[in-house]
């Protein structure tokens, strides 16, 4: 399966951060997004994707700068219809589409959470919006009433949507299934301290890391942490062990193995790194 799929944020009275920040994704890769401070960026390798058709560019821009005051607006409507202080609140929406190559099925998708909570969401099937929340009713009954809206909704998501993620990977294909793999090290802060294995320069994004002790993958022990971009476009993840369920005498049936989804990869392009203490970067 394939995806596109689209974040915008809306965050009104914020300081440390952009109020408006939309971005988007191409099988979990972003090609560009928009900020109310600093304007669009696109990623390098989508630049001239973007040059071809500015068109195309320009109208991104535009729905981001429309959504920015579309979403001021409806905060601003929901703080008074839920009697809600001048605190900062967030609305955000995820919408997007995913196409299989191989069954050529479509799924679509278009919903909007409100601080931090599932609101109303767009029913492919139905062409209406629903919601679980008694709060949003209000909502779903006015937007079930522009009928416009929900023909343009249905259209986009079912056609123009898998169109332009076909076209994306069309002309991404040659860098979204190259990988670039990481340099991979064993750190540890103190004696008592986890052991973090530590994968940095890898792209895309779409990576697993994981403890393994004889093979098979551990759960107990292990706190996962995120992926994080470096300056020069590439990641970062790391992955802890706690050494006290690690007993010494068994050190060497644990290892930490890397790997990039969705990217043709041989098996043994895998990176395992074998839990050993002649390898460990420690700061003592």
């Known amino acids: 399966k394939h995806s596109l799929k689209y974040f915008f944020t809306e965050t009104p009275g914020a300081q440390s951060i952009p109020e408006f920040v939309g971005v ?51 905060i601003k409507t929901l703080k008074q219809r839920l009697n809600q202080t001048e605190d900062v609140h967030i609305l955000q929406r995820m919408s997007g589409c995913e196409w299989d190559d191989e069954t050529g099925e479509v799924n679509g998708y278009n919903q909007y959470g409100y601080d931090g909570e599932d609101f109303i969401a767009f029913d492919l099937q139905t062409v209406t919006w629903i919601t679980p929340k008694p709060q949003a009713v209000t909502t779903k009954l006015r937007w079930n009433m522009e009928h416009a809206r929900l023909k343009f909704n249905k259209n986009f998501f079912s056609n123009q949507c898998p169109e332009f993620l076909k076209r994306y990977l069309h002309y991404g294909r040659s860098f979204l299934e190259t990988a670039v793999l990481p340099s991979v090290s064993l750190l540890q802060k103190t004696p008592s301290s986890p052991v973090s294995c530590h994968a940095t320069g890898f792209y895309p994004q779409r990576a697993m890391m994981f403890w393994r002790k004889d093979g098979e993958e551990i759960h107990e022990g292990v706190d996962y942490g995120e992926i994080l971009p470096n300056n020069d476009g590439t990641f970062q993840m790391s992955v802890d062990l706690k050494l006290s369920s690690v007993r010494p005498e068994e050190w060497d049936r644990y290892d930490c193995v890397f790997e990039i989804s969705g990217v043709k990869m041989r098996q043994d392009e895998d990176i395992v790194t074998k839990l050993d203490k002649a390898v460990i970067w420690t700061n003592w």
């Open 24 to 74: 988007g994704f191409i099988d979990e890769v972003q090609f560009g997004g928009w900020n109310s401070r600093r304007g669009e960026e696109v990623k390098k390798d989508w630049i001239k994707l973007f040059e071809d058709d500015p068109q195309h560019l320009h109208q991104y821009i535009f729905e981001c700068s429309a959504s920015h005051h579309y979403f001021k607006d409806t």
